[in-house]
């Protein structure tokens, strides 16, 4: 099956730094890749479509300019939170279109924010 | 856009006995409807799918039906074991290409030995 990777699994920063997440998909390419964020006991919320080549597609309510999204090549898309803050800690998961709408979803990563 | 709703957001039952878990969408221009389990700190992971073409799919102890009219699917587990204990998500899509899924809520299944 397909697999998408995500790294780091876990970040520790402190409040206004900024951390990068990865997500790369190993054995296919995608054109599409989302991203997403998921608190805890609660279902996923889709922050934003990754287009390669062409700029992201925010979903209504996420800040383009602080959940900054590039996907330079059909293998990797990433995030990248800036000036982070507390209330940014949550856990990320990006996910790959392989075709026709099943989505492979990568471990996700735990961002804490001091 | 697309809204969907998934009951009941926690489920437990006795090993061996069935879960059903409900989902019903919004909009009739989706066509492709996944369930995905996800454990405890991993990722979600698709245990089965269902396309609007068809109204029922098994796999193992694992069944999918589909509504299309009622515009609701359904998710059943027979002969739960524990390591069915998990949170299960619907999701809805049009999937004729890249497009985005929207998921349910999220239902807890607990399974008691």
């Known amino acids: 099956g397909a697999v998408v990777s995500q790294h780091p699994s876990r970040v520790i920063c402190k409040s206004g730094t900024s951390v990068k997440i990865e997500c790369r998909s190993l054995?296919?390419?995608?054109?599409?890749m989302f991203w997403y964020r998921q608190f805890p006991k609660q279902s996923l919320m889709l922050m934003a479509t990754?287009?390669?080549?062409?700029?992201?597609?925010?979903e209504q309510g996420v800040e383009k300019d602080k959940f900054l999204i590039n996907h330079a090549s059909l293998t990797l898309s990433t995030l990248t939170v800036t000036s982070a803050h507390p209330e940014d800690s949550s856990f990320y998961i990006c996910?790959?279109?392989?075709?026709?709408?099943?989505?492979?979803f990568g471990p996700g990563t735990r961002l804490t924010v001091l | 856009g697309e809204n969907v709703e998934q009951h009941p957001s926690t489920l437990s039952v006795q090993e061996g006995d069935s879960a059903v878990i409900k989902c019903t969408y919004s909009?009739?221009?989706?066509?492709?409807f996944p369930w995905y389990k996800q454990e405890l700190g991993k990722r979600p992971q698709l245990i089965i799918d269902?396309?609007?073409?068809?109204g029922e799919k098994k796999d193992q102890r694992i069944a999918v039906t589909l509504n299309k009219t009622a515009k609701h699917f359904s998710l059943h587990i027979t002969e739960t074991q524990p390591e069915d204990s998990a949170v299960y998500f619907c999701?809805?899509?049009?999937?004729?290409?890249?497009?985005?899924?929207?998921f349910g809520d999220g239902t807890t299944l607990t399974v008691k030995p």
């Open positions: 909009d009739s221009a989706s066509n492709y």
């Open positions: 999701a809805a899509s049009i999937g004729t290409g890249a497009g985005k899924s929207t």
């Open positions: 269902i396309r609007s073409n068809v």
């Open positions: 990754s287009n390669e080549g062409s700029k992201a597609t925010y």
């Open positions: 996910s790959a279109d392989l075709a026709g709408g099943t989505q492979y």
């Open positions: 054995d296919f390419q995608a054109t599409t």
